[in-house]
């Protein structure tokens, strides 16, 4: 069965450090990948998506990530994060026309000031 | 321009009593999905409706009934709660369509209604 696998449950980070978060999908066929987040207090939202063309796509506030097709990796990253970076976020795969979308379990990220 | 919403946002539920969740959105989207998020689990599917008037089952459909009132509604319903319901529920919609295949389609979210059943 097709399946996403995010590393790290939880991850605790001071201010300025590097983050990268791993995700893993098992698929063998055309996909598409997302992050969303979900901030404390608010509903999941797009963090960025790769859909197709250049493997590292950028996203909102200093996000990319970086699709791997050989390692069926997409993972996360951030140069430096911020206190306002703490939330949980979580790796989707499209499998194919919106309606197939599996979510990973979600990395709890907790950045301390 | 409001998204997703979902009523209602807090509910305590005793074993055995019903209750519908209600959603709508107003992005004119096609695709309206219900997840449920558990610790440790992530988002897991309990149906979908892909266009107005069908509905399928998704991952988790077991203890739910939806009604895709019409294009903008899309309710879930559980007829006998059991304490395995109690979960964040949300409500999901996207341009994805049956009939004209599109890939990369962001889904957006409603802001989540709390379940506890007793």
């Known amino acids: 069965a097709q399946s996403v696998s995010q590393h790290n449950h939880h991850v605790i980070l001071s201010e300025a450090a590097s983050l990268e978060l791993g995700c893993n999908y098992s698929?063998?066929?055309?996909?598409?990948l997302f992050w969303y987040v979900q901030y404390p207090g608010q509903h999941l939202q797009l963090l960025l998506k790769?859909?197709?063309?250049?493997?590292l796509v950028k996203g909102i506030k200093g996000f990319e990530a970086e699709f791997i097709k050989s390692k069926f990796s997409f993972n996360l990253r951030k140069p430096s994060v911020q206190w306002s970076d703490t939330a949980e976020y979580f790796c989707?795969?499209?499998?194919?026309?919106?309606?197939?979308?599996?979510f990973g379990a979600g990395t709890r990220l907790f950045v301390k000031a | 321009n409001a998204g997703v919403t979902q009523t209602p946002k807090f509910q305590v539920l005793k074993t055995g009593q019903s209750m519908t969740l209600q959603c709508a959105q107003d992005?004119?989207?096609?695709?309206m999905y219900w997840y449920r998020q558990d610790p440790g689990m992530g988002l897991r599917l309990i149906y979908y409706s892909a266009s107005e008037g069908t509905t399928d089952k998704g991952e988790v459909p077991n203890g739910y009934n939806v009604s895709r009132l019409n294009k903008r509604e899309f309710s879930l319903r559980l007829e006998s709660a059991a304490p395995s319901q109690t979960s964040v529920y949300f409500c999901a919609s996207s341009e994805a369509s049956q009939v004209r295949y599109s890939s990369g389609n962001t889904i957006y979210f409603g802001e989540g209604s709390w379940l506890t059943v007793v």
């Open positions: 989707a795969v499209d499998l194919g026309g919106g309606f197939k979308t599996i």
């Open positions: 790769y859909f197709s063309g250049d493997p």
């Open positions: 992005m004119n989207h096609n695709s």
């Open positions: 698929y063998g066929g055309t996909v598409n």
